[in-house]
T-cell receptor, first 113, second 106 residues
Framework: ETGVTQSPTHLIKTRGQQVTLRCSSQ?????VSWYQQALGQGPQFIFQ???????GRGNFPPRFSGLQFPNYSSELNVNALELDDSALYLC????????????FGPGTRLTVT | KNEVEQSPQNLTAQEGEFITINCSYS?????LHWLQQHPGGGIVSLFM???GKKKHGRLIATINIQEKHSSLHITASHPRDSAVYIC????????FGTGTSLTVIP
């Protein structure tokens, strides 16, 4: 059984560009959540996908969007990057919605210059 | 206003000491999670609980739903326990505390 993986590990983008971050969930997990963690802060919930449908969203603008695929992989897309988007982006998979243990990936460190 | 508040923000302990980290929340929840984050970013789920108490090895987590409060205890602390401990709750969406940075000195 493989754990949750994310790619890339690090990424540097320029303000205004678009970025796609990828997450491969643990096998059998139908729920994936994405989080943004700024330096020195706790994670902030971006959104959650359950069986390929968005199932909840935090206070993030529409330029943050996602996709979940039948093979349990998922993507986080961010358009029109801003300097404040620089953060560690974490995904976590689980067997279901809120009352299940979350398995976190190692994160993608995004720097926007 | 933060939906989840943790205390203390920073904690330094001598090896062997008993440690308590507190978490208070203001939203109705279905589950509370305690997470451990090591330098470099990796997060590990320690506990998920919705009532009572859970124990894994030297770690104990308790929750009081009526008081909207949870505690994480570490007995016989060890330098390898040094990490950031984060409390998270699910109340319609996930809310996270800012974390408690623990350093255990040999």
């Amino acid at each position: 059984e493989t754990g949750v993986t994310q790619s890339p590990t690090h990424l540097i983008k320029t303000r205004g560009q678009q970025v796609t971050l990828r997450c491969s969930s643990q096998s059998g997990h139908n729920t994936v959540s994405w989080y943004q963690q700024a330096l020195g802060q706790g994670p902030q919930f971006i959104f959650q996908y359950y069986r390929e449908e968005e199932n909840g969203r935090g206070n993030f603008p529409p330029r943050f969007s996602g996709l979940q695929f039948p093979n349990y992989s998922s993507e986080l897309n961010v358009n029109a990057l801003e300097l404040d988007d620089s953060a560690l982006y974490l995904c976590a998979s689980s067997l279901g919605l809120a009352d299940y243990e979350q398995y976190f990936g190692p994160g993608t460190r995004l720097t926007v210059t | 206003k933060n939906e989840v508040e943790q205390s203390p923000q920073n904690l330094t302990a001598q090896e062997g000491e008993f440690i308590t980290i507190n978490c208070s929340y203001s939203v109705g929840i279905s589950a509370l999670h305690w997470l451990q984050q090591h330098p470099g970013g990796g997060i590990v789920s320690l506990f998920m609980l919705s009532s009572g108490k859970k124990k894994h090895g030297r770690l104990i987590a308790t929750i009081n739903i009526q008081e909207k409060h949870s505690s994480l205890h570490i007995t016989a602390s060890h330098p390898r326990d040094s990490a950031v401990y984060i409390c998270a709750v699910f109340g319609g969406q996930f809310y996270f505390g800012t974390g408690t940075s623990l350093t255990v000195i040999p």
